[in-house]
């Protein structure tokens, strides 16, 4: 698998949609678990072993409020990981964000938006891309097509 998932609980899932949607558009394959930090932290062990076993290339780590998951991810693996902060109702996902961007130097975790599910995936695609003509042609086609919608909105608007 290339990607590898984590959400810090069930209750993530919704949020994480956009992120499983955009790598089924692209044809990444990707394996989705849930591992939280604090409640199985071997289980998060694990996951991360397997993922360095099969080859992945990135690892999204998605976790709200005390959001430590991608952290703790990212001090484990040089895979590199991408964060996405989980908004809950005290604190609009704030919390989240904070503790997910606010790594120590030398443990990078790249912290897309608050919610950010669907970057996250483009992220984790072109870092793949890299070594793939094939998925940057793809990625190169989305742009274009967001360009043409602004563009038609224009017309349509008569602006
Ligand atoms: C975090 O706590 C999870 O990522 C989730 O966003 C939040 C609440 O988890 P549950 O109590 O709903 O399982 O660890």
Not at 9 to 23: G, Y
Not at 75 to 103: C, E, F, H, R
Not at 114 to 120: F, H, T
């Amino acid at each position: 698998m290339e990607v590898l998932i984590l959400l810090g609980s069930k209750s993530d899932m919704d949020k994480a949609l956009p992120c499983i949607d955009t790598l089924k558009e692209f044809g990444v394959p990707y394996t989705l678990k849930i591992a939280s930090a604090h409640r199985t932290p071997e289980l998060v062990d694990k996951a991360i072993k397997d993922a360095e076993a099969n080859g992945s290339k990135v690892i999204i780590a998605m976790a709200g409020m005390a959001a430590h998951l991608p952290g703790v991810v990212a001090s484990k693996t040089l895979i590199p990981v991408i964060g996405v902060p989980i908004s809950n109702k005290n604190l609009d996902g704030q919390d989240a964000l904070y503790a997910i961007v606010q790594m120590p130097s030398g443990y990078p975790v790249a912290t897309v938006a608050i919610d950010g599910a669907k970057n996250s995936a483009l992220l984790a695609i072109q870092i793949i891309a890299q070594n793939n003509p094939n998925l940057k042609t793809k990625l190169q086609a989305n742009r274009d097509k967001m360009k043409a919608e602004v563009m038609r909105a224009n017309e349509e608007l008569g602006l």
